[in-house]
């Protein structure tokens, strides 16, 4: 099973990811989580932040994914995932799959900007590359950065665990 948390930059898909990783390995030892930033930081050092780039890397991420998948591992991947079409192709890839969607205003990213990646001049998804809607996502959590967002934590491993 891969479960596919998307999200823009800042939305907090890292520490829903994490938070759910840790809770889900107390029960599954076959568990692996992939963050896309650390992964373009170990694996894609040869690509920029370009649409084309951007593109090959979630490619990566998604070989990398059925790879685990296959051997029968819970992958939760933590990943911008612009592109509609590798969602869509997720959906008959995987065995089992479950994408959740982190909404986020931008307003409040941009105050935020807790990486700084706002700031940066160009190349930033949600900034100057759109932010499509994704592609038919099975959950969909509103993060404004309260404490509702930690009780939505329960209703994902909820969810979750009802599809393993």
Known sequence: MVIWIIGKSGSGKTYLSGRLFKNLKKIKK??????????????????????????KNSKRIQNYCKKFDKKGYIVICSILSIFKNHQKINKKIFSKYYQIYIKTNNN????????????????????????????????IIKNNFNRTFLKNL?????KVCAKI
Do not use: A, H, T
């Open 30 to 55: 076959k568990i692996i989580w992939i963050d896309g930033d650390k992964f373009r930081k170990k694996f894609s050092k040869d690509l920029k932040y370009s649409l084309n780039d951007r593109k």
């Open 108 to 139: 409040v990213l941009k105050l935020r900007n807790n990486k700084k990646i706002y700031s940066k001049s160009k190349d930033v998804v949600g900034k100057d590359i759109p932010f499509p809607k994704p592609y038919r996502s099975n959950l």
């Open 154 to 158: 329960k209703k994902i491993e909820d």
